[in-house]
Nanobody, 125 residues
Framework: QVQLIESGGGLVQPGGSLRLSCSVS???????????TGWFRQAPGKDREFVAL????????YYEDSVKGRFTISRDNTVNTVTLQMNSLRPEDTAVYYC???????????????WGQGTQVTVSS
């Protein structure tokens, strides 16, 4: 079974930075290969939305438009960790952030079979 554990959330002032980490372990029951790991977020009263994803090797990344140039996703396969560096944070970035893994290369939440428990990010002065 695949397990994902997020860390690094917290309270930050507008314009500040946070670094989220996701530790990935295990394998799917059918031994399928996990092709991508993504970050999603969900603000109160809103649907869960895509933020960024990175493929298995780390050679391909994709970002939601509002975070391009501010967020960077990366991975270190030697320690099975995916990181989301968030700079120039805005109040509208406030949400619970989730790490998720999929056997596809997709930005659609329903394509992701494995999810972490989430970590709260609050951007406020």
């Amino acid at each position: 079974q695949v397990q994902l554990i997020e860390s690094g959330g917290g309270l930050v002032q507008p314009g500040g930075s946070l670094r989220l980490s996701c530790s990935v372990s295990g394998r799917p029951f059918n031994n399928a290969r996990l092709e991508a790991t993504g970050w999603f977020r969900q603000a109160p009263g809103k649907d869960r939305e895509f933020v960024a994803l990175i493929n298995r090797s780390g050679g391909m990344t994709y970002y939601e438009d509002s975070v391009k140039g501010r967020f960077t996703i990366s991975r270190d396969n030697t320690v099975n960790t995916v990181t989301l560096q968030m700079n120039s944070l805005r109040p509208e970035d406030t949400a619970v952030y989730y790490c998720a893994a999929t056997t596809k290369f997709s930005i659609i939440p329903s394509d992701y079979d494995y999810w972490g428990q989430g970590t709260q990010v609050t951007v406020s002065s």
